[in-house]
């Protein structure tokens, strides 16, 4: 049984900044990409950041040189630093974790439940 949970969500003023954190738990064998994406009203889920093993990050346009990704490999943990936000940001933000279970399993896409963050004007 694998387990992400996000952490970190809120509210906060234009211009704010917040942290997420997401811890992935149980049964793994190794975890490559770890990534966030989020989810406003209305709208398709969208990638807002991800990062491989390695370090290497990929973002979107919107929140390039506002928004980090980083990641605790020993923890099992990714993180998104959000500064400079606006009330666009507005959404749910779901942690995202491609996840080998065991030596024989293949590696999946797993998912956590969501935190929201809300940004007023």
């Known amino acids: 049984q694998v387990q992400l949970v996000e952490s970190g969500g809120g509210l906060v003023q234009a211009g704010g900044s917040l942290t997420l954190s997401c811890v992935v738990s149980?049964?793994?064998?190794?975890?490559?990409?770890m990534g966030w994406y989020r989810q406003a009203p209305g709208n398709e889920r969208e990638l807002v950041a991800d990062i491989t093993s390695g370090g290497v990050t990929k973002y979107a346009d919107s929140v390039k040189g506002r928004f980090t990704i980083s990641r605790t490999n020993a923890k099992n943990t990714v993180y998104l630093q959000m500064n400079s936000l606006k009330p666009e940001d507005t959404a749910v933000y779901y942690c995202?974790?491609?996840?080998?279970?065991?030596?024989?399993?293949?590696?999946?896409?797993?998912w956590g439940q969501g935190t929201q963050v809300t940004v007023s004007s």
């Open positions: 149980g049964s793994i064998f190794g975890i490559t990409r």
């Open positions: 995202n974790a491609r996840i080998t279970t065991s030596i024989m399993a293949s590696n999946r896409e797993y």
